[in-house]
């Protein structure tokens, strides 16, 4: 899953026909007050500004003003841009068209097992959550278009009635069009506004979230996707995700601060196991990671060096199941040179490594980790006889 | 018995160099399990008509190679089942095509990062036909002894340690590619081993779910218990606790799940797994999913590592109440024939070499020339002519020896365009002829007539030499059994018109006052052809004849040294006249001498 910022999953949504607040996206104060000189809506509106990053709770940090003049809207605008909150500094600032309105809504459309839902309510804003038997859904089956009167039956039982009832029905029915033509996952709008100078139904705010996998046939797909968790990725998170996009199987890599206890293990689904056990041992974890498909041997390194960069660790477990074909004595030469780059940088003092593996050449890569004894590594190395995630038991012995 | 995979399962593989790896590995289980190979064609359009080299055993299979999936099974009536190796952006389509053939019951598909929506209409389009569609992001599908699809199960040596030759009682359904090698070897350490084993891919919503696998388990008798491996997000596990829990189940269920540390990790946290992510109000948590095949009556051990005493406290209870019985190892498994590579690593075998060199070594990491590592010439400031000196006559020579070399290369690296071997590659080069071909067709004319006397030079003068000939004994030998003296002679210098290139090489060489008995004697002779005739001068090819000689060269590798420094000028004619963009060249009436007879009737045929 890829999630998008406002703007571009607005600029998504309106591609389909849904009404969305003029918007704009700027990264300085001056670009906004340019446009303002331009645009009459801008003169002629209350004015919201958001900070448009991948930030959690961005109105509890003062990141979110509303009810703004243009003016208002530029110092906001200088004022958040550059501000740095935890490891992301705001770049870019979201400033749309405040729209006056009584009455909120609630749609969106999800995906299900069996294809999506389309989701309504006749409630919106933070009502929605604490009022979540009013959302009626619509089930449909992939490949398969909600009918007309599907949509209208939907917002009959949500509560609609009269004129709106037909405006609603259209809305969700762009919203899905919208999800399924642009492969989304997840697509939220909350609220839904009516707006009053011409009573149609207005998106206040988008939730996106795309199938990254899709991208190959989304060519106007002209924005970056943002991290999921509330905040940006680091410099090294990048990184390795640039490595990634680049090679055959794949690395991955995501910071969790704080942590003591750093993961390099191999497999999508033993380094969850690993995370667990590190989590159930009463240990921090300092990241998650992964490799697997048998990347080449430099990528694990680079993966390897950002693994040793963590600040604070103490173990670094070498972990993974029995591999299928990821050549293990490759795949650990790759973290062997790492380890040794790392050691060269003087970063590996007092961290102790913690190996288990077994798979193709598991002999000859299992050695070749024993053998860093030798260089000074404080390093236990274990063979398939050893349970999975016995080595994260031992490595948090107290 | 098995499910989804048997002994009469049929294989064709969409893809490359993938399917290609996959297939190798299959056949390495069909010879450990001594049935013949079960991929029968595959469908890769790019090299359609050609044949994929499977090795089984010592020997090769020849697989055909088909366009399409229609063409595969119309020459394989048998094929059932197909894995699908094909590219995220075109495996939709490819599966699509082989679930719409008639003859095709199971399509597995390996391909990661299929988009969602891809994989729901699979999964829907299959469940219409009453067909199964496993994956995106399998692994594969082994049934212990009778099938193998796709690379589940790992290395060779792998499948005889999780005793995959024969069957166990353990169903095994996974989403994760590495623990389903984990979770097969803990079956037959801690229990008989597995009917089948299924990987469904990490995706969010993979084409078959633990479900429909686990009432194909149920209705496998020699399935006593199946194992599942989970994670958080979708809410697979739940269904799979439901179907569990709704009436009594003959299988016993064993389940992990993971992702218990999103409890205190970032939310939102994207995982390996693509499905690998927790919903909203908790859904789809690892906590949600064990606490529901807790309550659905199935064994849930509190961590992976319990997994193993879990499957071995069932297995005893199977064990026990007579369900199974314990399983009797075969005496002998076939061993994977060993490489010629691996077998003379063991020291078991002796191959005669074909060929022998004595001059240089790269199978290290780097090449090495009679011994010494190339970078480690480089670094210490050695040059090309020391590479000469190491590869043509083993030796490191000195500086001064090097010096010579680079200047003989320098005086003979070009004699412009009318020379045999410039204009042979030109007017290669002018008929479009590539590079490499142009510049040998420039090369062969190097002989006897062009640049090819240097080692007929060579060979002479030092055969007066070491015989102690005067010139003019020499000279009496020459013209009795050979003919004109090699190296003497030039078609336009003469001593009026003397040739610079000689003299400078010759007063270089003389000046550093060094032995050079076989330039001597060329010079002597020199002395005397020329009195007779003005234009029988020393010239280029018999100075370096003569130089190397003196050097120590041996006399075979004489002409090289021409070859070498002329193909430095051939390959700069040819770039040249590509530059030009050269015309076809056709050779004028009037350069040629038409001595044929005049033209004439033509008789009748008799």
Same mark, same amino acid.
């Given at each position: 899953m890829a999630k998008v910022l406002e703007g571009p999953g607005m600029g998504l949504m309106k591609k389909w026909g849904i009404h969305v607040p003029n918007y704009v996206v700027v990264t300085s104060a001056d670009e906004l007050a340019k446009l303002g000189q331009a645009n009459d809506w801008m003169k002629n509106s209350k004015l919201v500004a958001k900070a448009h990053e991948a930030l959690g709770s961005r109105f509890k940090l003062g990141l979110v003003k509303v009810g703004l003049d243009l003016a208002g809207a530029v110092a906001a605008t200088k004022e958040m841009i550059g501000r740095q909150v935890g490891s992301i500094t705001v770049t870019q600032v979201i400033v749309s068209e405040m729209i006056p309105h009584k009455e909120e809504y609630y749609c969106a459309v999800k995906s299900t097992r069996e294809g999506s839902e389309i989701l309504v309510a006749n409630c919106g804003g933070i009502e929605v959550e604490s009022n979540w038997d009013r959302v009626k859904r619509l089930c449909l089956e992939v490949g398969q278009a909600p009918t007309h009167e599907a949509l209208e039956k939907l917002s009959k039982d949500a509560g609609f009635t009269g004129a709106l009832t037909k405006k609603m029905a259209d809305f969700s029915g762009k919203m899905f069009t919208c999800f399924d033509t642009e492969d989304a996952q997840y697509l939220e709008v909350n609220p839904v506004v009516i707006r009053e100078s011409n009573g149609e139904l207005v998106?206040?705010?988008?939730?996106?979230?795309?199938?990254?996998?899709?991208?190959?046939?989304?060519?106007?797909?002209?924005?970056?996707?943002?991290?999921?968790?509330?905040?940006?990725?680091?410099?090294?998170?990048?990184?390795?995700?640039?490595?990634?996009?680049?090679?055959?199987?794949?690395?991955?890599?995501?910071?969790?601060?704080?942590?003591?206890?750093?993961?390099?293990? =191999?497999? @999508?689904?033993?380094?969850?196991?690993?995370?667990?056990?590190? &989590?159930? %041992? #009463? !240990?921090?974890?300092?990241?998650?990671?992964?490799?697997?498909?048998?990347?080449?041997?430099?990528?694990?390194?680079?993966?390897?060096?950002?693994?040793?960069?963590?600040?604070?660790?103490?173990?670094?477990?070498?972990?993974?199941?029995?591999?299928?074909?990821?050549?293990?004595?490759?795949?650990?030469?790759?973290?062997?040179?790492?380890?040794?780059? =790392?050691? @060269?940088?003087?970063?590996?003092?007092?961290?102790?490594?913690? &190996?288990? %593996? #077994? !798979?193709?050449?598991e002999k000859e890569g299992l050695d070749a980790m024993r053998a860093l004894k030798d260089e000074g590594f404080d390093i236990h190395v274990f063979d398939r006889n050893t349970p999975l995630t016995d080595i994260v038991d031992k490595a948090l012995q107290k | 018995m098995s499910i989804l995979a048997n002994k009469d399962t049929r294989v064709v593989i969409q893809g490359g160099a993938a399917g290609v790896n996959a297939a190798r590995r299959m056949a390495e289980f069909c010879y450990l399990i001594k049935r013949p190979l079960n991929v029968e064609a595959f469908v890769y359009p790019p090299d359609a008509g050609k044949t994929n080299e499977i090795p089984y055993g010592s020997g090769l299979m020849a697989i055909p190679i088909y366009k399409t999936i229609a063409e595969a099974t119309k020459s394989h009536s048998t094929i059932n089942t197909s894995l699908v190796y094909i590219g995220a952006d075109r495996a939709m389509k490819g599966a699509m095509e082989a679930l719409d053939d008639s003859h095709i019951k199971v399509v597995s598909m390996i391909t990661e990062g299929v988009p969602e929506k891809d994989a729901k209409l699979l999964g829907a389009h299959a469940r219409k036909l009453g067909k199964v569609f496993n994956g995106p992001s399998s692994i594969g599908i082994i049934s212990a002894g009778a099938c193998r699809l796709g690379v589940i199960g790992g290395a060779f040596d792998n499948l005889v340690l999780s005793k995959l030759y024969r069957e166990g009682s353990f169903g095994v359904i996974t989403k994760s590619g590495g623990l389903s090698n984990e979770i097969i070897w803990i079956c037959s350490q801690f229990a008989d081993g597995i009917t089948t084993a299924i990987g469904i891919g990490g995706d969010a919503y993979p084409g078959t779910d633990y479900v429909s696998y686990l009432e194909m388990f149920e209705n496998d008798p020699q399935t006593k218990a199946v194992v599942i491996v989970g994670e958080m997000g979708g809410d697979l596990e739940e269904r799979a606790a439901e179907w569990y829990g709704a009436k009594k189940r003959r299988v016993k269920l064993i389940g992990v799940v993971s992702g218990f540390c999103q409890e205190s990790l970032p939310k939102g946290m994207k995982f390996g797994h693509a499905g690998a992510k927790e919903g909203m109000k908790g859904e789809g948590s690892a906590r949600s999913k064990s606490d529901a095949l807790k309550k659905a009556g199935a064994i849930v051990p509190p961590t992976f590592g319990a997994l193993g005493p879990a499957i071995k406290d069932a297995y005893q209870e199977l064990l026990k109440s007579g369900q199974i019985k314990e399983v009797i190892e075969p005496v002998s498994l076939p061993k994977l024939p060993k490489t010629v590579e691996e077998a003379i690593k063991a020291d078991e075998v002796m191959v005669a070499p074909l060929i022998r060199t004595t001059i240089s070594d790269d199978r290290g990491d780097e090449p090495c020339y009679d011994g010494y590592p190339a970078s480690e010439l480089i670094n210490k400031g050695y040059e090309i002519p020391h590479v000469i000196g190491l590869l043509w006559d083993k030796r490191l020579i000195s500086k001064q020896e090097a010096e010579i070399i680079k200047r003989i290369m320098m005086l003979s690296a070009d004699h412009g365009p009318c020379v045999s071997g410039a204009y042979a590659t030109i007017l290669a080069a002018c008929a479009g002829i590539g590079l490499s071909q142009a510049v040998a067709a420039g090369l062969i004319m190097i002989g006897p007539r062009f640049g090819g006397a240097v080692t007929d030079a060579g060979r002479w003068f030092k055969y007066a030499v070491d015989n102690k000939m005067n010139v003019d004994e020499f000279l009496a030998y020459m013209k009795k059994n050979v003919g004109p003296v090699p190296g003497i002679g030039h078609r336009v210098k003469s001593l009026r018109n003397p040739d610079k290139r000689v003299k400078e090489l010759v007063g270089y060489v003389k000046s550093l006052h060094i032995k050079t008995p076989c330039l001597d004697f060329a010079l002597q002779v020199e002395q005397v052809t020329a009195a007779k005739k003005d234009n029988l001068i020393l010239n280029v090819d018999g100075t370096m004849a003569a130089v190397l000689v003196d050097l120590g060269f041996p006399v075979d590798s004489l002409n090289g040294f021409f070859i070498l420094s002329r193909t430095i000028g051939l390959i700069g004619h040819w770039v040249d006249q590509k530059r030009q963009d050269s015309r076809l060249i056709r050779l004028f009436d009037y350069l040629v001498n038409y001595a044929a007879p005049k033209r004439r009737e033509v008789p009748p045929l008799k």
């Open positions: 998106a206040l705010d988008a939730v996106t979230l795309l199938d990254g996998d899709a991208k190959f046939r989304h060519p106007d797909w002209n924005f970056q996707f943002a991290a999921e968790f509330g905040r940006a990725y680091s410099k090294d998170e990048m990184e390795v995700m640039a490595v990634d996009s680049k090679i055959k199987g794949s690395v991955k890599f995501i910071e969790i601060p704080g942590g003591d206890t750093a993961m390099l293990p =191999a497999g @999508g689904g033993a380094s969850v196991y690993y995370s667990d056990a590190v &989590v159930a %041992r #009463g !240990g921090k974890l300092a990241n998650y990671a992964e490799y697997s498909g048998d990347p080449p041997d430099w990528a694990v390194e680079v993966l390897t060096e950002k693994v040793c960069s963590l600040p604070g660790i103490k173990n670094i477990i070498v972990g993974g199941a029995i591999a299928n074909f990821t050549d293990v004595k490759k795949t650990f030469g790759g973290i062997i040179n790492g380890f040794r780059k =790392a050691k @060269g940088d003087g970063k590996m003092k007092n961290v102790k490594i913690w &190996v288990r %593996r #077994g !798979g193709p050449r | -």
